[in-house]
């Protein structure tokens, strides 16, 4: 039996996905394989005291998107290219696992198991989708802007951008954020990314109900979390997946709001291990 401290260990490590992007992740832990999807503007450092703490029950795989942080990238993205980047790691850990997602990052999750990947338990922190037309989420042409923004090299307006209209930030809290230099800068560094999440959500922000022939591929048992101080718009699109998927349940945690991953990994973790545990 694995010690405390041996759980503690974190191996940093790689795969090779089907188009030949290597997938840099860190492995800590024992026992059943739970793999962290990273929101948009994030990589495998957002979710690291997540990834401690489950590793406490887990073997976590915590890995950088292609793109991110020492993943590598490929012309030509297409989200499909990040679903074989989860099933190489699912392969990595032999073959199954369990999946826990936050915001774009859970459709992206959803993805995954829709396409029919092995994984025993799907864990999906707010996603995004926006079933009706209430202001919630980002404008029409959000993907066209931000695809402009970043060809002019415009990387500091794209994360703006991306956290007034996407995330419905105020803008006040953008401007405090630009004055810290070592943040800013790091989410400039993955502005580029933020044209993948928009494809990993493709049309399902444009006050459309969802589609259930798309997601109810998706067998695996799954639970849609949502935060207690989240706009009701999560809310409304964590009841309605529930409600599609052939094995779901929908469960709000009090006090949290949608950067509980960062903000408040240890009030996710109950949740997260009584459901993954089964």
Do not use: C
Not at 16 to 31: C, K, Y
Not at 64 to 76: L, V
Not at 115 to 120: D, R, V
Not at 143 to 154: E, K, N, P, V
């Amino acid at each position: 039996m694995s010690t405390t401290s041996e759980k503690a260990v974190t191996v940093n490590a790689s795969v090779i996905s089907q188009d030949g992007t290597e997938i840099a992740f860190e492995r800590l832990g024992a026992g059943p394989a739970v793999i962290l999807v990273s929101s948009a503007l994030a990589d495998r450092s957002d979710a690291r005291k997540l990834a401690g703490l489950l590793a406490e029950h887990f073997t976590v795989i915590n890995y950088d998107r292609r793109g991110r942080g020492t993943s590598g990238d490929a012309a030509g993205y297409a989200a499909e290219r990040e679903v074989e980047d989860i099933a190489a790691l699912i392969d990595h850990v032999g073959g199954s696992a369990s999946v826990f997602g936050s915001s774009s990052g859970a459709v992206l999750a959803l993805r995954a198991a829709a396409a029919g990947l092995t994984i025993e338990r799907l864990a999906l922190y707010e996603p995004p989708f926006v079933i009706s037309h209430d202001g919630f989420g980002p404008p029409k042409d959000y993907a066209r802007h931000l695809d402009a923004l970043l060809a002019a090299d415009r990387r500091g307006d794209a994360v703006t951008y991306f956290m007034t209209k996407a995330q419905g930030m105020p803008a006040f809290m953008v401007t405090m954020m630009r004055l810290m230099p070592g943040v800013w800068s790091n989410l400039k560094a993955l502005a580029h990314t933020l044209p993948y999440d928009a494809a990993v959500m493709g049309e399902t922000q444009q006050g459309k109900p969802l589609e259930a022939d798309r997601w109810s591929a998706a067998k695996a048992p799954t639970m849609v979390l949502t935060g207690g101080k989240s706009p009701a718009g999560f809310h409304n699109a964590a009841r309605a997946l529930a409600d599609i998927l052939p094995d779901a349940e929908h469960r709000t945690l009090p006090g949290l709001n949608h950067g509980a991953v960062v903000m408040a990994p240890k009030k996710l973790v109950p949740a997260l291990v009584e459901f993954l545990r089964g």
